[in-house]
């Protein structure tokens, strides 16, 4: 497998641990406010092989306590169980972040236990999931076609065609769905699949949301709460911009405002928490 980058050492990526970062590239979300977008949409080259990946691990035994898989999407490969495995051989903790996409692949690495931390994105409300995540139209119908879960799909072509034509179809009006992959169907199944196999299963999880002024509303997390209602944790980040991030005109939102959505999802997710501001008295 290719890897994208590698970070040799974070005491943010997995709470708790001292790890690695290791970046896989691709992914099937254009999200707006992306920091890894070149990563995201492929422009970005391979830095290494799983084998020099290895090697780097072995000389790494005893100081790191285990390795954050990320990228782009890591659920796109459909070799990451075996990288999953081997890290973990090499006695490592594993930590996965995902946009959700991907219930299969998901269900798989919890199933054979090949994880032992999952970090989950929650883009937005259900009506605005499509436009947070870079799309342009979405299925009404969320569970028509959740069964397809296919992977490694950088050529997947199973949400494209003729979106217009399908009477399951809504369009998203929104200037931030130009890009490459912006022909495809959100089926919002999929996020909910991937969420209750994280709120029923046994496996230490967290769902997340980068909060954008632009993208979400007091109104959004309310719906976001139902979503994930019952979960263990939740955490609102902060967007901040950066010059990888495809549009320049993405803005943080207030710190009262942010705030104010806290509160919101404290009544559905107790465990609810700010990343890296202050929660109010
Ligand atoms: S899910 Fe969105 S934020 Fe995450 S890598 Fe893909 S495009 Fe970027």
Redesign the pocket.
């Known amino acids: 497998m290719k890897i994208h980058g590698l970070q040799k050492m974070t005491l943010l990526d997995y709470p708790g641990y001292v790890a690695c970062t290791v970046f896989l590239g691709g992914?099937d979300?254009?999200?707006p406010?992306?920091?890894?977008?070149e990563?995201?949409c492929g422009a970005a080259q391979p830095v290494m092989d799983d084998e020099e990946l290895f090697a780097f691990l072995k000389r790494r035994k005893g100081l790191l306590d285990g390795v954050a898989i990320t990228?782009?999407?890591p659920c796109l490969h459909k070799d990451l169980p075996e990288l999953l495995r081997e890290i973990r051989a090499l006695g490592f903790r594993t930590k996965l972040d995902t946009?959700g996409y991907h219930p299969e692949m998901l269900r798989h690495v919890l199933e054979e236990g090949l994880v032992d931390y999952v970090a989950m994105?929650i883009k937005n409300s259900p009506a605005k999931y499509a436009e947070t995540?870079?799309f342009r139209y979405f299925s009404v119908d969320e569970s028509a076609d959740s069964s397809d879960t296919s992977i490694n799909t950088d050529e997947d072509d199973s949400h494209t065609g003729s979106a217009l034509a399908s009477p399951g179809t809504r369009t998203v009006s929104s200037p931030y769905t130009s890009g490459d992959l912006t022909h495809r169907i959100l089926d919002l199944g999929k996020i909910r699949k991937s969420i209750s196999l994280l709120i029923n299963g046994a496996v230490d999880y967290e769902f997340r949301t980068t909060v954008v002024k632009e993208f979400h509303t007091a109104e959004d997390f309310f719906e976001i709460g139902e979503m994930i209602c019952g979960a263990d944790h939740y955490y609102l980040q902060c967007f901040t911009d950066r010059d990888t991030v495809p549009y320049g005109n993405l803005h943080a939102p207030s710190v009262e405002a942010l705030q104010k959505y806290w509160r919101i999802m404290l009544d559905f997710v107790p465990g609810t928490e700010l990343r890296g501001i202050n929660e109010p008295a």
Do not use: K, Q, S, T
């Open positions: 992914c979300f254009r999200c406010y992306c920091h890894n977008f990563l995201a990228g782009g999407e946009n994105d995540a870079g």
